[in-house]
């Protein structure tokens, strides 16, 4: 796996789109072809296919969207333009259709919270929001996340200051070592998001999908509980 | 993730998505969620190499009652259908077999379609359909068709599909007044973990008498396994403990039980001698109305 991860460095990290390139900022620059539909799913084959080489990436700068194509089809000796919305910015890219999303916001978009754990759909560790819902990035290839809206734990901050679920985790010792808890922070807002009157119970089923080696887990259970509790009282206790 | 090699296709219509994978026959797979499929690609254990998302085929996601039919598209997430109020209302037992499955992450990306068309015989969708008498509809290169639940599945991720064919919707009848169904689990923890056996039950009751009853075992036999024998021995009797217990012990019979590292055939039976009891025993309340 990670001999084969680093071939594909090669290939794409190789040609080189630097990390954020070509973004612009969610409002205001937008195309109505990107633009996901009422069901958050993105209808049209807006994909672009680009072959390995440099004139091709030269030319990804300044394009706009090309228009709407049957079937599209991208080869493993192809790259796929694509706009991911990530954080409320647009952050257009060039992709080899196996890459996974966990893959694109950590190396190439320099967004390093989301953590490479099982990269099997296991630990939670590569946890992020897209739509609102927590999954796992390392079960979503880039392509697949187009036209959807992607947040991850670097969203969750408000400007510099920690974002509630990060403070309560802060205040309660929810963490040890650490690897897990950006996962864990963002699969707890995906919950409290969707309920904030969970119960202990629910927080525990609800983050199920996210192990802790270092066995955190009372201090974490704890901490999402205070969060929920102050996001219910409308941010006192 | 290295999906090795593979050629990613976003067909715009399920006919030309059928038609791309009846083009490329054995190396072709239809990616839904890709909680099963990215994770067989990456390990080696599935060697297709033209993936044909079905992200953009239109209508697929759908979740409604029409025509006295819950109709689900196969490319609704699981989440999706536990949240639906269609099936909230009509077959809460659905929303609970869904609730036991993965966690947060998997039910907001796997889809009811992929979890009938990987077919391992310990999926939670597929018991309480067939329970329900949920039929299948499909459309292939070639045509449509379409056939009950308990006829798609053939062997451990073996169906009845082609290479070309799309499972594209669950249609439930919606269950009639007085009848009442429940999803039983066993697993070795609550929350990811797979069933090591698990019970759907179904009954539709006259005043005291049973008129109809169903009952499908997951994880103990090659595919869901509808045991005729349960509905021959309820259907005409009275709806009570003793009669489950009995039905109990003829699914322990009836099942084919493996032993794995999550429990030995014994143990499988052993499981099943109680939580069809309990299966019959929470359909019965709810079709008598005594249960939510
Ligand atoms: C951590 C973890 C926990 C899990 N826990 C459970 C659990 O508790 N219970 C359980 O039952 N499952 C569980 N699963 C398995 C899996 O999540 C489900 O089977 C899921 O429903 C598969 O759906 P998908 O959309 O991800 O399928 P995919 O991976 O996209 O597809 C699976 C297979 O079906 C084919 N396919 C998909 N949709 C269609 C279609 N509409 N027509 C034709 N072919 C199609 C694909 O080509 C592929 O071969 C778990 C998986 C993981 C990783
Ligand atoms: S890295 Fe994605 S779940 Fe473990
Ligand atoms: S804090 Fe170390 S893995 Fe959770």
Redesign the interface.
């Known amino acids: 796996m990670t001999a084969d991860r680093d071939s594909s460095q090669e290939n794409g990290g190789g040609s080189g789109l630097p990390s954020g390139a070509g973004e612009t900022h969610g409002v205001g620059r937008t195309n109505r072809d990107d633009e996901p539909n009422q069901t958050g799913m993105s209808r049209r084959g807006f994909l672009k296919t680009v072959g390995l080489g440099t004139a091709a990436v030269a030319t990804v700068a300044g394009t706009s969207a090309p228009a709407a194509e049957p079937a599209v089809a991208i080869t493993p000796e192809e790259m796929a333009k694509i706009t991911l919305v990530v954080n409320d910015r647009q952050r257009r890219l060039l992709v080899e259709p196996r890459w996974s999303l966990l893959f694109v916001l950590r190396e190439k978009l320099g967004l390093n919270a989301a953590k490479e754990g099982c990269e099997r759909g296991e630990c939670g560790a590569c946890t992020v929001l897209i739509d609102e819902q927590p999954r796992y990035a390392c079960l979503t290839l880039a392509v697949e996340a187009e036209g959807h809206r992607i947040t991850t734990l670097e969203g969750l901050m408000q400007g510099e200051e920690l974002g509630d679920v990060q403070h309560a985790f802060a205040e309660h010792d929810g963490l040890q070592c650490g690897f897990c808890t950006p996962g864990q922070i963002v699969a707890a807002e995906g919950l409290l998001r969707a309920n904030a009157a969970v119960t202990l119970d629910e927080i525990r089923t609800g983050l199920s999908g996210n192990l802790c080696r270092c066995g955190a887990y009372p201090n974490i259970f704890r901490a999402v509980e205070h969060a929920a509790q102050r996001r219910q009282t409308g941010g006192k206790s | 993730?290295?999906?090795?090699?593979?050629?990613?296709?976003?067909?715009?219509?399920i006919a030309?998505a059928c038609q791309?994978a009846g083009e490329y026959g054995i190396r072709g797979r239809f990616?839904a969620g890709?909680?099963e499929l990215?994770?067989d690609l990456?390990?080696g254990r599935d060697r297709a190499d033209q993936?044909i998302?079905l992200?953009?085929v239109?209508d697929l996601?759908e979740i409604r009652i029409e025509a006295g039919e819950l109709r689900i598209g196969a490319l609704a997430t699981l989440?999706a259908i536990a949240t639906a109020p269609d099936v909230v209302r009509a077959l809460p037992a659905l929303r609970e077999a869904i609730l036991t499955m993965?966690?947060?992450?998997?039910r907001?990306?796997a889809t009811i379609g992929g979890n009938f068309c990987r077919a391992v015989p310990c999926a939670d969708t597929p018991p309480l359909c067939i329970a329900a008498g949920a039929r299948l509809e499909i459309v292939g290169a070639t045509g449509a068709r379409t056939l009950p639940a308990a006829d798609f599945f053939v062997g451990p991720r073996q169906t009845v599909l082609d290479r070309s064919e799309i499972l594209t919707e669950i249609r439930i009848p919606v269950p009639p007044a007085h009848s009442g169904a429940s999803y039983q689990r066993f697993s070795l923890?609550?929350?990811?973990a797979v069933a090591v056996a698990a019970v759907a039950a179904v009954l539709q009751l006259d005043g005291d008498e049973i008129t109809s009853a169903r009952v499908v075992l997951s994880a103990v036999a090659p595919v869901p396994l509808l045991v005729g024998e349960c509905t021959d021995l309820l259907v005409g009797r009275k709806p009570v403990p003793d009669l489950f217990a009995e039905a109990g012990t003829i699914a322990a019979a009836a099942a084919q039980p493996i032993t794995d590292l999550r429990g030995s055939a014994e143990f499988r039976r052993e499981l099943l001698a109680v939580l069809t009891p309990r299966a019959l025993n929470e359909a019965a309340a709810r079709a008598k109305g005594e249960a939510a």
């Open positions: 993730m290295a999906c090795r090699n593979t050629t990613y296709h976003r067909p715009q219509s030309e791309i990616l890709g909680t990215l994770i990456d390990s993936l998302s992200r953009d239109p996601c989440s993965g966690g947060q992450q998997i907001n990306r923890r609550h929350g990811m």
